[in-house]
């Protein structure tokens, strides 16, 4: 730290000398020229009661324009606009001085003396900058990196790394497919051809690294550029998209705020476009209640409601230590915003109505639930105690404390359900069908499928076992589900909320469905290595519960557009309250799988329960 100071201070020290000399001597010079070489008794007079005053002026003003706390081996126009404000407001005070003092000089030797000092302090500069950069060639070593998209993210990146990695990077040009932009220039650099020819261009210009700076660009032209790069020794990283750039509010600059590919970029799709004036208007200035608080979804709710600025935010969940984590996030993140943890489990009236009590809740989002879909096949009463019954409590709780408005997050999974999971979460749809007629409550359910990180899902497990070097295990090769990324689905949810009128139930448009397969692969490719060789891909059959294909609405339903674009309402069928309530009654007494699994087929007659059906052929069989 001692020896940092000491450098700088020294480098400032340099500085303020030469411009000294400089504001000493121009002075002298412009009274030469203006009297061809000859300088008359008065004027001399004048500079030598004034010049070292004047001087000491100049640097204090110099100062004040900030131009010994600059770093001028980044040098940028704004750096140029102090010079020039710092030298005229100096030639300006000098002639203001001798004018007050009585003291005359020709008009013309200031405009000479500021055109001189003008000059002498820019090449003074620039010499620095240029005596800075060679300095830096010798000291570091720079890597050559080609830039993927000359667009203005393209020219943000440059700007940013001439700022902060000038030092460490040699910029050789850009790629780009748009035909008119090849053989331009933007920022300085050269386009230097489609991103087909990038792997010519690495060849050719001995490129080290790739940056693909194209935040706005779906995952089938990320998944493009990836293999083409893959063709090249070039390291590769990428800027982050949209969505991310907006949920980190990202500060970093130049390198520093780029990354390796991720599967998520593989997958992207045009940015949501979210009413902010609504969504403000149904969360601002309320209480909000988020069950689940600590999960995935449950703590991305938690960070975009922050930014909309609710009342107080209820952050419930029954796991101290993830409650805990995402508090300490948020506070830190948003400090201005009140916030409230609440240890509890929903399937708990008593301590539920407590939390109902103390904080009235206006806006509820109901995250919290069981999901794995094949632990839940193999324990179908906890399944109903927490997704049906846990949320009938909830449910029950914000129409009784008159909330304004509950979203239920609900799945894919629970259209035509084949597991335990799916079918407790239509439950919980219909419960709060039945309890929304006559409730002044809001209650809507939106739904959607997987999202890419929540805990438990594939993409952990299988960058798990790529670490551990194989083999990746996928169910089925033509298995495919609908993925969307955490903070999409929470915009979405948001978005959703906003049109509640109650008793929808609201599909996300979640794209064209993957292949688990070919997501195993390209994150075997994503670390470096080919699938079926370095990393081996073996098949285990589908689990229990599990479905090949999932899909968003049942055969009864349609779908209605809304004013969301990306968002779509379901058209639920009318609803049977007294079957519904007997058949929560039995759930409600039993813990008899079978009971249980029967009970479920009963209100959900899409339901296909593969252990109904195996003891069914059992019995069958003797």
């Known amino acids: 730290m001692g020896m940092t100071f000491l450098i700088r201070l020294r480098e400032k020290l340099k500085l303020l ?37 004047a001087t000491f002026i100049g640097i204090g003003i110099f100062y004040l324009f900030g131009m010994y706390h600059r770093i001028w081996h980044y040098a940028r126009i704004r750096d140029l606009y102090a010079i020039v404000g710092a030298v005229t407001l100096f030639s300006a005070g000098k002639f203001l001085l ?27 500069r620039l010499a620095f900058k240029i005596n800075l950069d060679i300095f830096a060639d010798k000291q570091t070593e720079q890597h050559s990196v080609l830039i993927i998209g000359a667009g203005d993210a393209g020219a943000m990146l440059v700007r940013e790394i001439e700022q902060n990695d000038a030092a460490t990077v040699r910029i050789v040009g850009f790629a780009d497919d748009d035909v008119k932009k090849i053989g331009n220039r933007l920022a300085g650099f050269s386009i230097l051809g489609a991103i087909d020819q990038v792997p010519n261009i690495v060849e050719e210009h001995h490129v080290e690294h790739i940056i693909i700076a194209t935040p706005s660009a779906e995952g089938h032209e990320i998944r493009r550029i990836t293999e083409i790069c893959r063709r090249t020794p070039c390291k590769v990283k990428i800027m982050p998209g949209l969505y991310e750039m907006m949920e980190t509010g990202r500060q970093d600059k130049g390198l520093r705020q780029l990354r390796e590919i991720r599967l998520e970029d593989l997958l992207r799709r045009d940015p949501i476009e979210l009413d902010f004036d ?119 709780l914000a129409d009784t404390y008159r909330s304004e408005i509950f979203v239920l997050i609900s799945t894919d999974k629970a259209v035509n359900p084949t597991s335990v999971m799916g079918a407790t979460k239509r439950a919980a749809e219909l419960v709060l069908q039945e ?15 997987n999202v890419l990180g929540s805990r438990g899902s594939v993409v952990p497990l299988f960058e798990r076992q790529i670490a551990a070097g194989g083999p990746v295990t996928v169910t089925h090769p033509e298995m495919t589900r609908f993925f969307m990324t955490i903070p999409e689905a929470v915009q979405l949810v948001l978005q959703a909320g906003s049109q509640a009128e109650g008793e929808e139930v609201f599909l996300f448009d979640m794209g064209e469905p993957v292949k688990i397969n070919d997501m195993a692969c390209d994150l075997i490719r994503l670390h470096g290595l080919t699938p079926n060789k370095d990393i081996k891909i073996i098949y285990t059959g589908m689990r229990p519960g599990e479905k090949l294909y999932e899909e968003l609405l ?64 059992k019995r069958s069989a003797t």
Do not use: C
Not at 99 to 107: T, Y
Not at 114 to 120: C, D, R, V
């Open 435 to 449: 309890i929304n007629q006559n409730s002044v409550t809001k209650f809507v359910t939106v739904r959607f499928g």
């Open 554 to 617: 049942t055969s009864e339903e349609g779908t209605t557009s809304t004013k969301h674009k990306k968002i779509y309402k379901a058209k639920i069928s009318s609803l049977n309250t007294e079957t519904l309530r007997e058949n929560l009654k039995i759930l409600s007494n039993t813990q008899d799988h079978i009971i249980i699994l029967k009970t479920l087929q009963q209100m959900i007659p899409t339901y296909r329960s593969k252990q109904l059906e195996d003891v069914g052929n």
């Open 98 to 124: 001798l004018f007050i003092a009585g003291e005359e000089l020709p008009k013309s030797v200031f405009l000479i003396s500021w055109m001189l000092t003008l000059g002498g302090i820019g090449l003074s």
């Open 17 to 53: 000398f030469l411009d000294a000399v400089i504001l000493s001597i121009m002075p002298l010079l412009a009274v030469l020229l203006r009297f061809e070489g000859v300088i008359p008794e008065h004027e001399a007079e004048i500079l030598r009661v004034w010049l070292l005053p």
């Open 278 to 396: 609504k969504i403000t208007h149904y969360i601002a200035g309320k209480t909000v209640l988020i069950t689940g608080a600590g999960g995935s979804i449950g703590s991305e709710l938690s960070r975009q409601i922050s930014r909309v600025g609710a009342r107080e935010i209820l952050l419930l969940g029954r796991g101290e230590n993830s409650i805990y984590e995402i508090y300490q996030e948020l506070k830190m993140k948003f400090p201005e915003q009140n916030y409230r943890t609440i240890i509890a489990n929903i399937t708990d009236k008593v301590r539920m109505e407590e939390v109902f009590q103390q904080y009235h809740p206006e806006v509820v989002f109901h995250a919290a639930a069981h999901k794995h879909v094949p632990l839940m096949e193999m324990q179908p009463e906890e399944a109903v105690h927490n997704n049906v019954f846990g949320t009938k409590n909830v449910a029950e």
